[in-house]
């Protein structure tokens, strides 16, 4: 399907509006996966025209993204990585992890952004940050689009390293989410030492149950089960 490649135009806004000079673009992957960190991308780019056929990582062929995550980490101005852990995620719940893993990336950087655009409609960032949120910033803002490959890449290629340990989970193909491969797994295996032990996904498996952890209320629950994906099983 034909779509419209990323622009400045954001990052234009910002400079125009607030005077900031060094803007990141940051994006994560991993939020709603069962197993595997969340990881964060947080790319400084400029406002130098991008290699071919950026745009949002989930709307790119594999093959042809990784290629671009080759590219784009030789062609932006400096990127960083950051990564909260499933045990983080369980003891912090997702937001916070994000946040966690916001800041780990943004303090790996080698220039301190002035600025930020975040992508999505809520800012888990917040103070000290500057931050712009877009929705579909990943398809509409070149920063972002950036940090979205390299952060897709680089987790879909930690969690394919679990392949020998872990054969029968398929995380090589689907880097942790809940695929029919996975959830076969789950129910006989129980879960891996990569997995989120607070998540709802447990609630379905009774042979397994007990080894869900509670971290937080049951209200703050209900109001994060909504980025777990594949609850049925």
């Known amino acids: 399907m034909p779509y419209e490649p990323p622009t400045h135009t954001v990052e ?3 400079r125009a509006t607030t005077g900031a000079k060094i803007i990141a673009g ?6 709603g996966a069962w197993a595997g960190p969340v990881t964060v991308c947080a790319a400084v780019t400029g406002l130098r025209r991008p290699p071919e056929g950026l745009t949002d990582s989930k709307l790119i062929a594999p093959k042809r993204r990784t290629e671009l995550a080759v590219l784009l980490e030789k062609w932006v101005t400096a990127h960083a990585l950051g ?12 937001t916070a992890a994000l946040r966690l893993a916001a800041v780990r990336a943004l303090d790996a950087l080698p220039i301190r952004p002035d600025a930020v655009i975040l992508d999505g409609k809520h800012d888990y960032l917040g103070s000290p940050w500057q931050v712009r949120t877009v929705i579909k910033g ?9 940090a979205s490959v390299i952060a897709k890449v680089h987790r879909d290629a930690m969690m394919a390293e679990l392949r020998g340990e872990f054969a029968d989970f398929g995380f090589d193909d689907n880097a942790g989410y809940p695929s029919p491969v996975h959830k076969a797994a789950l129910r ?3 879960p891996t030492p990569y997995h989120r032990l ?7 498996l009774p042979q397994w149950r007990h080894l869900k952890k509670v971290r937080i209320s049951a209200e703050a629950a209900a109001l994060e089960s909504g980025g777990q994906l594949g609850f049925e099983f």
């Open 12 to 14: 234009r806004s910002i």
């Open 26 to 31: 940051v994006d994560e992957v991993g939020r």
């Open 198 to 204: 607070s998540w709802a996904y447990l609630d379905a």
């Open 188 to 190: 006989v295996l129980g």
């Open 83 to 94: 990564h909260a852990s499933p045990e983080e995620i369980d003891e912090l719940g997702m």
């Open 138 to 146: 990943d398809q509409s803002c070149v920063a972002v689009a950036a």
